[in-house]
């Protein structure tokens, strides 16, 4: 049974670039969340999915979107790329409903680096 | 902003219990007490979560208080591999809702 996929696991950008990662969740979940970490802190929660709509938003402008598709796999973009924005981007896949323990599975991570 | 409040950094010996504190004061009657751990930049990984009663696994060990105003994480006889950043996040179980991490606890374990 795969786990959460992240791809890619690492990509350099330059600023002002636009750049779309992806994940795929854990086989029986519907809901996927995008975390942002920088270096020494702690995730900063993005966005999240469910039925194709984003459902909850962290405080991430505008550039930061997403994408959920019927098979529940998901996208991040990030347009108009600030060194900022570097940082280890996390997906994590949950059950909205039902028996599971409601627990998030993580990704291993896309490390973004802006020059 | 996070809901917990934990110790930014802890060291325990080798073989011995690493009591991790989380401070969750605000926590409604709904929510859970959740713990992850984060090994050297890789996707967080999810310990054991609790309610109101105390928990155990084969990882580790959950105690909430009685007015589920805190609780500790017991790692009961530390490896050197439990060397990671360990967070406490409060949420409800299921539905789709913001989840926030704090810093989480650095534990260090020394041979």
């Known amino acids: 049974d795969a786990g959460v996929t992240q791809s890619p696991t690492h990509l350099i950008k330059t600023r002002g670039q636009q750049v779309t990662l992806r994940c795929s969740p854990k086989?029986?979940?519907?809901?996927v969340s995008w975390y942002q970490q920088a270096l020494g802190q702690g995730p900063q929660f993005i966005f999240q999915?469910?039925?194709?709509?984003?459902?909850q938003r962290g405080n991430f402008p505008d550039r930061f979107s997403g994408h959920q598709f019927p098979n529940y796999s998901s996208e991040l973009n990030v347009n108009a790329l600030l060194l900022g924005d570097s940082a280890l981007y996390l997906c994590?896949?949950?059950?909205?409903?039902?028996?599971?323990?409601?627990?998030?599975?993580f990704g291993e991570g896309s490390r973004l680096t802006v020059l | 902003d996070a809901k917990t409040t934990q110790p930014t950094s802890m060291d325990c010996a080798e073989g011995r219990a690493a009591n991790l504190p989380c401070n969750h004061s605000?926590?409604?009657?709904?929510?859970?007490v959740y713990w992850y751990r984060q090994i050297h930049s890789q996707g967080p990984q999810y310990i054991i979560h609790g309610l109101k009663n105390n928990e155990t696994n084969e990882m580790a060990s959950l105690i909430i208080t009685e007015d589920r105003k805190s609780s500790t994480l017991i790692l009961p006889h530390a490896t050197l591999r439990d060397t990671a950043v360990y967070y406490c996040i409060v949420r409800v179980s299921g539905g789709y809702q913001k989840v926030t991490f704090g810093t989480g606890t650095k534990l260090q374990v020394i041979p």
């Open positions: 086989s029986g979940h519907d809901t």
């Open positions: 994590a896949s949950s059950l909205a409903w039902g028996g599971d323990t409601g627990e998030l599975f």
């Open positions: 605000t926590i409604s009657g709904n929510e859970y």
């Open positions: 999915y469910y039925e194709e709509e984003e459902r």
